[in-house]
């Protein structure tokens, strides 16, 4: 990996100097012979002037095919078209693939996407429109026009001499997909199929009927998920009556993938984790609100410490070990979050499903609680030579570890069950919960027994 990432470096840099000499010829020469996928990263280290220079020497569908590896985000889409001309920038979208050219569009407001769909062919042209209607975290929103469909009356060598043609403009053609004369999915083969067959085969012979699909306004999640659970290198999209309307490639899935663990890491840390570009202003006024609250909710715990003052006046020795109690409870209740946020995300969140993963989280936190309770019981006792504080703290400790866990899987659920992301239930807001909970775990406790450790 080091040795691929110094030669691709290398490459940059002489890709620069070529352009810095104007050395046209030899700069498209080098440029070709990297991967679509390095060229993108090449790319996105040119500054304007540069880009400029590279637009004229590269053709619109050679700069298309390397848009097609950038993803969305990285990019100012509105100030990168405009630094073309319009029908260099048209005909770019154009020999794009279709999902890819409308994640760029996506970007833009009306009149900016009028500007270049009015300048591509019609065809082009309402092939993008068509997919910007769709709800952009949908199958719909995911899928490409650019995809192999057959007659299932055909034959498989009719179908071979049609993939000679599909081939250069085709996202995908590892599968074929099959419909009837009503334009409804009926089956799905491969390549392979194709390859073991004789050339005179019907299609409708050698398909398979049982055709895996979803719908064009299913979540992309979901959509995600199947290719998770089937391995699949694409998935058709139909509409409700099974008209096959586009098919969603694995790419797209991985980026789904991708945005929705970054989204939920986000969300389970409090903080935006993408903000790289952001001014200190800006990450500032982001995080703050979240940590506002959470402020709120630490006073609501300093305010019921303060309500045992008199019990600590007595036995000043609890005020040591309130942090540990409540780090130690609130880490628990971290990992329990992070266990059933995952689990929700991968598996049917219903029934049984929840009560199996509470009752194994509840049972968790009593196997972790007795263990630490025993222990800081047994650490406690030595150090300060008096093992009924000791048993106090191991005690309180066990169950604010218990709690903890427990309420860690338990509000992630719950905020699922009724319409809210579950990883909104964030570490820190777990974390400080936690806090609130341990305190007044531990200075009841405390009080039950005081009698027997004060003045020991």
């Not at 020795?317 to 780090?327: D, E, P, R, Y």
């Not at 029934?351 to 199996?356: A, C, D, E, M, P």
């Not at 800081?376 to 218990?402: C, D, P, Q, R, S």
């Amino acid at each position: 990996m080091q040795e691929l990432e110094k030669r691709v470096k290398l490459q940059f840099q002489k890709l620069h100097q070529l352009l810095k000499d104007d050395r046209a010829k030899q700069f498209r020469k080098n440029f070709l012979d990297m991967h679509f996928y390095e060229q993108g990263q090449f790319f996105l280290t040119m500054n304007a002037s540069q880009r400029k220079q590279f637009y004229q020497i590269m053709n619109p569908d050679e700069v298309g095919d390397m848009f097609d590896t950038l993803r969305d985000d990285q990019l100012d889409i509105s100030q990168l078209l405009s630094e073309m001309d319009l029908k260099y920038a048209s005909e770019m979208l154009s020999d794009m693939y279709d999902d890819n050219a409308a994640d760029l569009l996506e970007h833009l407001d009306k009149v900016e996407v009028d500007r270049y769909l009015t300048v591509m062919a019609r065809e082009d042209a309402n092939q993008l429109r068509g997919l910007l209607h769709y709800d952009t975290e949908t199958a719909g929103g995911l899928m490409t026009t650019d995809y192999v469909v057959m007659q299932q009356d055909v034959t498989v060598q009719e179908t071979l001499k049609a993939l000679r043609k599909f081939a250069r403009t085709t996202e995908t053609i590892y599968y074929i997909y099959v419909i009837d004369v009503n334009n409804d999915l009926v089956g799905v083969l491969s390549l392979r199929d194709l390859f073991v067959h004789s050339d005179k085969t019907l299609l409708s012979s050698i398909m398979t009927h049982n055709v895996i699909s979803v719908y064009v306004d299913d979540e992309q999640e979901e959509v995600a998920q199947f290719f998770r659970d089937y391995e699949f290198t694409s998935l058709p999209v139909v509409d409700h009556a099974n008209q096959l309307v586009g098919v969603v490639t694995v790419d797209d899935a991985i980026e789904v993938m991708d945005n929705e663990a970054q989204d939920d890491y986000s969300k389970l840390a409090g903080v935006d984790v993408d903000e790289d570009d952001n001014s200190p202003i800006k990450s500032a006024t982001s995080r703050l609100p979240w940590l506002i609250t959470l402020l709120f909710l630490g006073m609501i715990t300093a305010t019921l410490i303060s309500h045992f003052e008199t019990l600590l006046s007595k036995a000043s020795i609890l005020a040591v070990f309130i942090s540990l109690i409540t780090g130690t409870a609130g880490n628990a209740g971290t990992q329990s979050l992070a266990v059933a946020v995952r689990k929700l995300s991968v598996e049917n969140n219903k029934g049984r499903h929840i009560t199996k993963l509470l009752l194994k989280e509840l049972v968790t936190g009593l196997f972790i609680g007795l263990a630490t309770g025993v222990t800081i019981t047994i650490v406690v006792g030595i150090w300060k030579h008096n093992f009924v504080l000791g048993f106090v703290i191991g005690l309180a400790m066990m169950v604010a570890i218990t709690v903890a866990n427990f309420a860690g899987s338990l509000i992630p659920m719950l905020m699922s069950k009724i319409g809210f992301d579950p990883a909104v239930a964030s570490g820190p807001f777990i974390s400080t919960l936690s806090d609130l909970t341990s305190v007044l775990i531990y200075f009841n406790i405390a009080s039950l027994f005081m009698k027997f450790f004060v003045g020991m």
